[in-house]
């Protein structure tokens, strides 16, 4: 497992997926537990420690949420956002 940054205690943190509609977290670290470079892509993508990150939609049944990070919207499956550990309040 690598991480993107890791300020943040595990058990200190939640997934992206846990957000409800219009909360805003920040993201803690990023774990590439399948080795395939997601890791890489989602910093790319904006998903970087201490960033601040909303949840604009979750469709049910489950379908990709949506979400809101750097200016940027993506949609991203549960897979994914499970990788993405994020914090009520900005790391350290």
Known sequence: MTH???SVDAADSRSLW???VDERAYVAFVSDHDGDNIC???ADMGFLAGRSVTC???PGFG???VY???GST???DKRTAQLIRVVNERPA
């Open 74 to 76: 993506y949609s991203i």
């Open 63 to 65: 379908a990709p949420r």
């Open 4 to 6: 993107v940054s890791h």
């Open 18 to 20: 846990s957000l409800s």
């Open 40 to 42: 890489q892509r989602l």
């Open 68 to 70: 809101a990070v750097g």
């Open 56 to 58: 604009l939609v979750t």
